[in-house]
């Protein structure tokens, strides 16, 4: 069985989802590889978030997900659940849960039946909040964070997974700036760590900063796939959103200090 | 932490308590071995059917993510209580079973034979939809079925003076008559579902932050839901079958326990059983103090108590928003 510090890619074929009768995702191909960072762009409604909870096997799909190989669908929840970790845009958890039991419960999957805690599941959940940023945030009740700190928990849980995969929905949302590119350079340290990243974004100069390449989609459909910097390029753009591309036109941001990292 | 030394305690005191209290006199050392070997089942019963409740609550509100949940929502415990009306009106009326059957066994038999009925219908209809607010629905239809079934019972019954009084006692619940034979019976269905709801109790930490994230986590969400349905249905069969139908325990319970033994279902599971076994021993003992022409059944002592204590807590949980 592979463990966490297996490298592994995930390759997608054919993949098309019907949900209510409705086709939302035709025929989308992908492929995503360790120490890479894959952005899925689109407007609106593309099916950006269906693939990724397609990838992540939340949906019924037609087509071939494949993760170093195997079928996913051939996967026991569990399994996959140890490949592929994935990471909601916010978590529908309510109960008064502490940050460390949050990220504690991306351990059930190495859990076994009677488990209590064991040395291994302690340091995952250590180096899993360490990695996020989230230690300061051990003790803190979940529900009570900020946008920006909810995240970096979850992302803390799915690392505690040891998964190498992991599939994050839109993480940027609803963060400020700076929380915004905290996220940003978590994922860039993943990748370092040969982690295989698969993100969804909506902001496109936040695509360019950040991710390897890019997969466009329109109407359920790809559109382009490539480099982002080729794929978020005035063409594309234009034939896409319907609006013209200008570099360098935004207002950039970097941190201001180093000390975080 | 302690929490499980209180709640030793407590059942200590209970323990002690239920033994001693009620309307027979200990000093008459004839009578004295009968009385206490009533109480003692009593006390058994009373302390079974409550731990299988609130562990009953604790499963169906981690499942249906809804504190408002209690065990009756799958309808299960209306199928019980059907049941065990159905089979104490076949002998009261035709004298079905007393052949084959000891007579004291038919109520639980009952019970088990109605909540598997309305279990069937439940699984079902979660096989064909594979859905949470589905499962409920059904539960919520079945109930409600299940219900007006009973009461159609319920005024059957009363052709019988006494027949219709021992129908009516049982639907409002009742520790008294509980004997060995009952208790044998539930003991191990009721031990075996408290078991299995702790294995399963990793799983529903999981659920807590909805089926998706669940599952995405590598819980069988699907399983859960199933297993979860089954093992709730035992669980409210054996408290009926002793103890007749009671309310309010499998809502109160976890409520009263997590701000002490905290979210997790290990550790809200254990207590939520020793709690609930504790919380259903005191209310029997009040049923015997309350003086009455005829005890109070133990059903409206739970919704007295219950009710008021659930209020409460919900205005303290508000307050520290420790729910949203």
Redesign the interface.
């Not at chain 1, 978590?91 to 849960?97: G, I, P, V």
């Given at each position: 069985m592979r463990n966490g510090d297996g490298h592994s890619s995930l390759r997608a074929q054919g993949v098309s989802v019907t949900l209510g009768g409705r086709t939302v995702l035709h025929d989308v191909g992908l492929e995503a590889n360790p120490g890479e960072v894959l952005a899925l762009l689109g407007p609106n409604g593309a099916g950006k978030s269906t693939l990724l909870?397609a990838l992540?096997?939340?949906l019924p799909y037609e087509g071939r997900v494949e993760i170093a190989g195997v079928d996913v669908a051939s996967l026991?929840?569990?399994t996959?659940?140890?490949r592929v970790?994935?990471v909601?845009q916010r978590?529908?958890?309510?109960?008064?849960?502490s940050v460390e039991?949050v990220v504690a419960?991306?351990r059930?999957?190495h859990?076994g039946?009677f488990?209590g805690m064991s040395n291994n599941d302690r340091d995952a959940i250590d180096h899993a909040l360490e990695t996020a940023h989230a230690d300061v945030l051990r003790d803190r009740i979940f529900?009570?964070l900020s946008v920006g700190e909810q995240q970096r928990v979850l992302l803390a849980?799915a690392l505690a997974?040891n998964a190498p995969i992991l599939l994050l929905d839109e993480p940027t949302a609803a963060l400020d700036v700076g929380e915004g590119m905290a996220v940003l350079r978590l994922i860039r340290t993943l990748a370092a760590r040969k982690h295989t990243l698969i993100v969804v974004l909506h902001d496109l100069a936040d695509a360019r900063s950040t991710t390897d390449r890019a997969l466009l989609l329109k109407e359920g459909r790809v559109v382009e796939q490539g480099s982002t910097a080729d794929v978020v390029s005035p063409g594309p753009i234009r034939d896409v959103y319907g609006v013209s591309l200008i570099e360098n036109a935004r207002i950039g941001f970097e941190p201001a200090d180093t000390d975080t990292e | 932490m302690r929490l499980y030394p209180l709640l030793f305690l407590l059942l200590f005191v209970a323990g002690v308590l239920a033994v001693l209290v009620g309307s027979g006199d200990l000093t008459d050392p004839v009578l004295r071995d009968t009385f206490l070997k009533l109480r003692g089942y009593r006390l058994a019963a009373a302390f079974l059917a409550g731990a299988a409740l609130a562990v009953g609550g604790v499963v169906v509100q981690g499942l249906f993510r809804n504190p408002l949940a209690s065990p009756s929502v799958l309808g299960t415990t209306a199928g019980a209580s059907f049941g065990g009306q159905v089979a104490l009106l076949a002998y009261g009326v035709a004298g079905v079973g007393g052949s084959f059957i000891v007579p004291e066994m038919l109520v639980p038999i009952g019970c088990f034979v109605g909540a598997l009925g309305a279990l069937a219908v439940l699984l079902l209809f979660l096989r064909v939809t594979q859905d949470l607010l589905a499962l409920l629905l059904t539960g919520f239809v079945l109930s409600a079925l299940f219900l007006s079934l009973s009461a159609f019972v319920t005024s059957v019954a009363q052709e019988t003076w006494e027949l219709g009084r021992a129908v009516v006692s049982f639907s409002l619940g009742s520790v008294s008559g509980t004997g060995p034979r009952q208790l044998a019976f539930a003991l191990p269905l009721i031990a075996v579902a408290l078991v299995a709801c702790w294995f399963w109790g990793r799983s529903l930490d999981l659920l807590l932050s909805g089926e998706e994230e669940a599952q995405s986590m590598g819980a069988n969400v699907g399983a859960v839901r199933w297993w979860s349905a089954i093992w709730v249905s035992v669980l409210v069969a054996g408290a009926v079958s002793v103890g007749g139908n009671v309310g309010f325990v499998g809502l109160v319970i976890p409520h009263m326990l997590r701000p002490f033994a905290g979210t997790k279902h290990r550790r809200l599971i254990p207590a939520a059983a020793l709690a609930g076994g504790i919380f259903l021993v005191g209310c029997d003992i009040v049923a015997r103090l309350v003086p009455s022409r005829s005890e109070i059944p133990l059903g409206v002592v739970t919704g007295l108590i219950g009710a008021p204590l659930f209020l409460l807590l919900l205005i303290r949980l508000r307050r520290e928003r420790a729910y949203a």
């Open positions: 909870k992540a096997g939340l026991s929840p569990r996959r659940a140890k970790s994935y909601p978590s529908l958890l309510r109960s008064a849960l039991e419960l991306g059930y999957v859990g039946s488990g529900t009570q849980r997974s | -």
